[in-house]
């Protein structure tokens, strides 16, 4: 029975866009409290799954695997570890709230947009839980065409181009993965040359395969190649300089809603592929780009580094506030990658930890911004002023998640970190201490809109505005409260994952 | 296997001649019917179809799969890979005349000769998909070639569709001519028609040092040429663009599927069974030649389809690119490359097809065949508007949709031959051919028409759009098709 339950989680959401889809097109609210309940439910089975996850153990729960596609030995195989079973929480959470997100300002094809939404849940769900190659990729894939409709639809004036880029730069990054995908299948039985027994597209039979002597998948120059080609897939995604100018075009043009899904749950897709199929399965394709020696061995943290750097001096130079809290995005998302580049426990299990917080305060960023642009109709950061008299309820929250993003000590955006930068420290000193720019300039501009939005005199035109509404505060609230908990009390989180982080550490030390 | 004598053989060919018996009876049959009753002679030729596809499957009771029978003297074969191209070519050609029923291009008067026309080009195409003799391959090409070319003229009426068959023509005289001489110089070498024994014997005479691989080699090309230009691949294309534009437009969905279809059925019979020993390969490598071909013949097509306005010839050129990627799979030379061809041609059967079809709806109900004329479909006809987008992911590979399994299993083979270049360059051309299907999808969902009225279609078009639509979701989750794929081969 408990088997069924990942399952049922993944295609919940599915199983909702056909409902969705028969209903009337005039019954808006009721499009809408369906929509709401088919993203209830996976969230309901996510809370059970993380509390009834065996913590002390890094086996993989939960796994179902039966065969699909025979021929080819692709099976349907999911499961959940430490650090898949965090992610599937933040994404089954962000689902209503991007649904209660949406409730207001959808002017056109209601209809289209909830069915598309839920067909996009389907497709995150079900990649942060499969265990097949294959699988993986479909439902990387999967992701893409509710995104370029949704983006492209119901975006802003821009909306055409953006999807487009949107687009084509995930499917250039993913066909490079497709060629590897290949290449790891196509040796997945071979053994000093000779095949030997079936290929495989299963991911813990890969990983175990490529710790056998003399298999073709452990040779280190294949993992290098393959590793790269994995890379540059998910590098766009999350996004890494310099794949990453899609970014602040999609979020600019994107609805609300949509931006907080692509900052909370898509650029996670990235660094959580990177996790599981980079590091986990290349540990010696790992070891050409993370060692530390010559530029090759430093050039991951390089490309965290720059991200950090590059990034915040973006979001500072920035006068739309939506474009501010993308950059800051590529800014903050450097140090996963910085952290992930450490290959220590510390820097995993921050890197892993920031993942989630990341997803939780972009997700407050990118409503609090909507919340503001549904009232306004601008962005611009310097068209407001003295808004804290106006909507002290809004400021108040506003000031939680600027400061959790900022890294304030006691929220949770500083202890990822925190732990990310004292892994890395340990490997790439010089690095590591330069990429604390990107704390203070993270500081210096979210300290700056806050001046500029909240405090000096109200802009006349805004003495109208209203205070923030009982439906958004709703969707705030959840995350508020995580970022203050998971600042005080990280371990609720960290100890899910530690275990299967600790198992990561040893494959990757060789 | 000892080839079966003429009488002996007759048995084995009834579907074929099924086909004839209908392509007469449709044009005697014509003569009694009024115009306004014309559909009558599209559902006599759909009828002749039927029974075709029943004596195909009882023929095929007939003959164990894995024990191919030769036919008439070694002229032509019948095993599952022929079966397999017969069951495809008459789906198309089904599809082809329901189109023709909802195109309101086509004359009424001359109905009767339209579907004698497409039975008989059918006809042809099941014998290039069974020819084993150079005699043979010959006569099958020109067969189809002739009948196609009066199809693509059909449209008495506009100059467009006359200047098609004219460039379809001129071309199609030369490429033939060239491919002749090109069969005759290999029958002079290796002194026999028979592709089952032409290896052996070149093989002998290369060894010999009687022939060099040179003569061989420019023989091959020159048949290629004959070859190339049925399945439009660079750079044997040119006439493909303004014939597709310029044909009905049921006529250029059925070129761009079915006569592909059989070309490479052509192809694969003769460079598999014909060309692909060690000892040919390793003294001329068809294999890099090939793969050329391929790499050059999608960037083209996909490149040349990027700046295109009107959506006939935008898929006409997406053909081409398609053409391309099946070349992949022909140029491996090995069973992996064939069974992902024969996993494509199924896939790309539904989805281009299907592609076509919406063409077909849009140009009755707006008269453009510009994406101009897609504006607002979203909100004009959502279904077709979906299925068509369906369709447009599905050809440019997109999952769930079954262009991408087809697309994986292709490269899957490529990289299996660690030609990794041609993966490489097979995979952009996927990422480039987004931008101008999008196109459509953008005019489709992303702009508005100035023109809001509401098309209406009537319930049996839609049911014609799911026969194309439910397959290209479904395909690629169906483990049936994938083994299926695997169990034909060539010897």
Redesign the interface.
């Known amino acids: 029975m408990d088997q069924i339950l990942l399952s049922l989680m993944i295609f919940v959401p599915l199983l909702g866009m056909v409902v969705v889809f028969l209903l009337p097109n005039d019954r808006e609210e009721l499009i809408k409290r369906v929509a709401l309940a088919f993203t209830l439910i996976p969230l309901v089975l996510a809370v059970y799954l993380f509390i009834d996850y065996n913590k002390s153990s890094a086996e993989t729960q939960y796994f179902v695997s039966v065969?699909?596609?025979?021929?080819?030995h692709i099976n349907y195989h999911v499961g959940i570890d430490g650090l898949s079973v965090t992610l599937l929480l933040l994404t089954a959470l962000l689902g209503p709230i991007c649904v209660l997100a949406s409730w207001r300002n959808i002017e056109k094809g209601l209809k289209a947009y909830m069915a598309l939404f839920l067909l996009l849940e389907t497709g995150m769900l079900g990649f942060f839980a499969s265990l097949d190659l294959f699988l993986f990729?479909?439902f990387f894939?999967?992701t893409?065409?509710p995104m370029?409709?949704l983006i492209?639809?119901w975006g802003g004036p821009r909306?055409?181009y953006a999807?487009?880029k949107f687009?084509?730069y995930t499917?250039?990054g993913s066909?490079?993965m497709?060629?590897a995908i290949?290449?790891v299948?196509?040796r997945s039985n071979i053994i000093n040359d000779v095949a030997e027994g079936l290929r495989t597209f299963d991911i813990p039979e890969l990983i175990q395969r490529a710790t056998v002597e003399g298999h073709a998948l452990g040779d280190s120059k294949f993992q290098m190649w393959v590793f790269l080609g994995f890379f540059i897939g998910f590098a766009v995604k999350v996004p890494i300089f310099p794949f990453h100018t899609w970014l602040p075009d999609a979020h600019v043009e994107a609805p609300t809603a949509i931006s907080v899904i692509l900052a909370g749950v898509l650029l996670k897709m990235g660094t959580y592929g990177f996790v599981r199929i980079n590091m986990a399965m290349f540990p010696e394709g790992l070891d050409y780009f993370t060692n530390g020696d010559g530029f090759l061995g430093h050039s991951l943290a390089l490309l965290g580094f720059i991200n950090i750097v590059y990034g915040s001096f973006c979001a500072l130079a920035q006068t739309d506030f939506k474009k501010l809290v993308a950059y800051s995005s590529i800014g903050h998302m450097g140090f996963v990658i910085l952290g992930l580049a450490a290959r220590n426990a510390e820097g995993i299990n921050g890197a892993v930890l920031q993942m989630f917080n990341h997803g939780v305060i972009s997700a407050m960023l990118f409503l609090l911004v909507g919340v503001l642009y549904d009232r306004a109709h601008h962005r611009e950061i310097n068209g407001f002023g003295g808004l804290g008299n106006r909507m002290p309820i809004y400021t108040g929250i506003t000031t939680l998640a600027f400061m959790a993003s900022l890294g304030l000590p006691g929220l949770s955006g500083f202890i990822g970190e925190a732990l990310s930068l004292f892994g890395a420290f340990q490997e790439f000193p010089l690095l590591t201490i330069l990429s604390t720019i990107g704390i203070v300039v993270g500081a210096a501009y979210f300290l700056w809109t806050l001046q500029r939005v909240f405090l000096g005199a109200l802009n006349p035109k805004y003495e109208e505005l209203p205070e923030i509404n009982r439906r958004e505060i709703l969707t705030l609230v959840p995350l508020g409260i995580l970022t203050i908990v998971l600042g005080i009390w990280p371990n609720i989180a960290i100890d899910m994952f530690s275990k299967s982080v600790t198992n990561l550490v040893n494959i990757v030390s060789i | 296997m000892e080839p079966l004598k003429n009488i002996e053989s007759l048995a084995y060919i009834i579907p074929e001649i099924v086909l004839v018996v209908f392509a007469v009876a449709v044009i005697i049959f014509d003569l009694f019917v009024k115009d306004n009753e014309s559909d009558w002679v599209a559902y006599l030729s759909l009828i002749g179809i039927g029974c075709s596809l029943i004596a195909i499957f009882i023929t095929n009771s007939l003959v164990d799969i894995n024990k191919p029978i030769s036919l008439f003297l070694g002229m032509i074969r019948l095993d599952g890979f022929a079966i397999f191209f017969k069951i495809l070519l008459l789906l198309a050609t089904a599809a082809t005349i329901l189109f023709s029923l909802r195109s309101e291009e086509l004359d009424v008067r001359l109905k009767g000769e339209y579907h004698t026309l497409l039975l008989a080009v059918t006809f042809g195409m099941f014998l290039m998909a069974s020819s084993t003799n150079l005699l043979m391959i010959f006569i099958s090409l020109e067969t189809v070639s002739l009948t196609s070319y009066i199809l693509a003229g059909f449209l008495t009426h506009s100059p467009r569709s006359s200047e098609a068959a004219f460039k379809y023509i001129t071309y199609g005289a030369v490429a033939s001519g060239t491919m002749l001489f090109g069969l005759s110089l290999l029958f002079g070498m290796a002194g026999t028609g028979d592709i089952t024994q032409i290896s052996s014997q070149i093989a002998t005479v290369l060894e010999s040092g009687d022939v060099s691989a040179l003569g061989v080699l420019i023989a091959i090309t020159f048949i290629l040429a004959g070859i190339g230009y049925k399945i439009a691949s660079v750079p044997f294309h040119m006439w493909s663009p303004d014939v597709y534009e310029g044909a009905p437009i049921p006529i250029t969905a059925f070129l761009s599927v079915a006569s592909k279809a059989a070309g490479f059925a052509l192809f694969l019979r003769f460079f598999y069974t014909g060309f692909d020993t060690p000892e040919i390969i390793q003294s001329i490598d068809w294999r890099l030649l090939l793969a050329i071909v391929s790499a050059l013949t999608m960037t083209v097509g996909n490149l040349a389809a990027l700046p295109q306005r009107n959506v006939k010839r935008l898929l006409a050129y997406s053909s081409i690119a398609h053409g391309g990627y099946l070349l992949m799979g022909a140029a491996l030379l090995t069973p992996e490359g064939l069974g992902a061809i024969i996993f494509y041609l199924i896939v790309y059967l539904f989805m281009n097809l299907g592609a076509f079809y919406v063409v077909v709806l849009i140009a009755n109900e707006s008269g453009s065949e510009m994406i101009e004329g897609y504006r607002g479909l979203s909100s004009r006809a959502p279904y077709v508007a979906g299925a068509m987008a369906i369709f447009l992911?599905s050809l440019t590979g997109?999952?769930?949709f079954a262009g991408?399994f087809g697309k994986?299993l292709l490269?899957?083979a490529v990289?299996?031959e660690d030609l990794?270049w041609l993966?490489?360059i097979g995979?952009?051309n996927?990422?480039v051919s987004?931008?101008y299907y999008?196109r459509i999808i953008?005019a489709m969902?992303?702009e508005s028409a100035e023109d809001t009225d509401i098309f209406s279609f009537s319930k049996s078009t839609f049911a014609l759009l799911g026969v194309f639509v439910v397959p290209t979701i479904l395909i690629g989750?169906l483990?049936i098709f994938?083994?299926l794929s695997?169990k034909i081969t060539l010897p």
Request: hydrophobic share 65%; net charge neutral; glycine share 2%.
């Open positions: 065969p699909w596609i025979d021929t080819f990729f479909v894939e999967l893409l065409l370029y409709f492209g639809v909306r055409e999807a487009i687009f084509l499917l250039f066909v490079l497709l060629v290949i290449a299948y196509l | 992911f997109i999952p769930p991408f994986w490269f899957n990289i299996s990794y993966a490489f995979l952009l996927s990422v987004l931008y999008a953008k969902y992303l989750f483990n994938y083994s695997k």
